[in-house]
């Protein structure tokens, strides 16, 4: 049995991309004046703060303004020297850490579920950068067998060596939910539904947790980076190929070496060259071209944690 200081503070994200709409138009929902919108993200047992993550990039619905906000939270960017020429999604991701932070303190907020959406056909995905944090590990499996409407595998963004850069990386704990099929810059209701449903459950979590409810020891299916995979390119950079059909929009499907992957513009067809099966993720993620991924190659694995509860003497100095 594992226990675990309560939470105190949680500060819900959307808009850190400024076209991935499902958050952006909860958040703007929930900073509204009414006061029953509040109702909604409101625990008794913590604080619940909603965050536009990047408002210039959703005053003009687009991803970023000069660079991806969601990579800016390294420990060396946010330490950055501002001057005339910093991106504004640096002086963003410090004024962020400041807000929320400081990023690895214990001043900093307890929990940070940040909100995305992919073009990509990834269900309800669940991002976990931490496979030790065993309240987002708890978390996560309490989410899947709540929110059973799309599956909600777990995306493992967890690379030895790479510091988080994440915005849900300031917070003590985050967890970041990737809800797709949805186009930049569109809200379908059917995915915002969803991603409404995975927020109320994981506050739920943390009040139940909070409040003195143990939570089993068990295991958790994760689907671990294991590597990238660009298109076919030329000299220039320019694309030769696309996701073949028999590959588009079968995230989380087993893939098999020399099952077809790209489609060359002259009809060819380019096989899977990998050692083996692997299960492809993020498959033809539009905000991904310029990043030069056609999709991430991942490995399923089972990790095991303990059982958790809150910390008894901490609880009572919290309340």
Known sequence: MESVPPVSRVAIFGGTHGDEMSGVCLVRHWLSDAGEVAAEISRPSFSSTPVMGNPRAVQHCTRYIDTDLNRCFTHEQLAMEVKEDTPYETLRAQEINRLFGPKGSDKAFDFIIDMHNTTSNMGNCL?????????????ARYMQDICKSAISPVFLNEM???????????????????????????????????????????????????????????????????????????SHGNLTAVIH???????????HPGKPVFLTLDGATVPYKGP???????????????????????????LHFPALRVDGQASQAHI
């Open 127 to 139: 991002i976990v950068s931490n496979s030790a944090d065993i309240v987002v590990l708890h978390m």
């Open 276 to 302: 083996s099966v692997t299960i492809p993720a993020f498959i033809n993620e539009a905000a991904y071209y310029e990043k030069g991924l056609a999709f991430w190659a991942t490995q399923r694995e089972m």
């Open 245 to 255: 059909p028999d590959l588009q929009d079968r995230d989380w499907e087993p893939l």
């Open 160 to 234: 030895a060596g790479v510091e988080r850069c994440y915005a849900s990386s300031v917070s003590k704990h985050g967890i970041g939910l990737e809800l797709g099929p949805q186009p930049q810059g569109v809200a379908r209701a059917d995915v915002l539904i969803r991603m409404r449903k995975l927020v109320t459950t994981a506050l739920d979590f943390l009040h139940l947790f909070n409040t003195g409810h143990e939570f089993p020891a068990g295991s958790l299916e994760v689907c671990r980076v294991t590597e990238r995979i660009d298109y076919p390119r030329d």
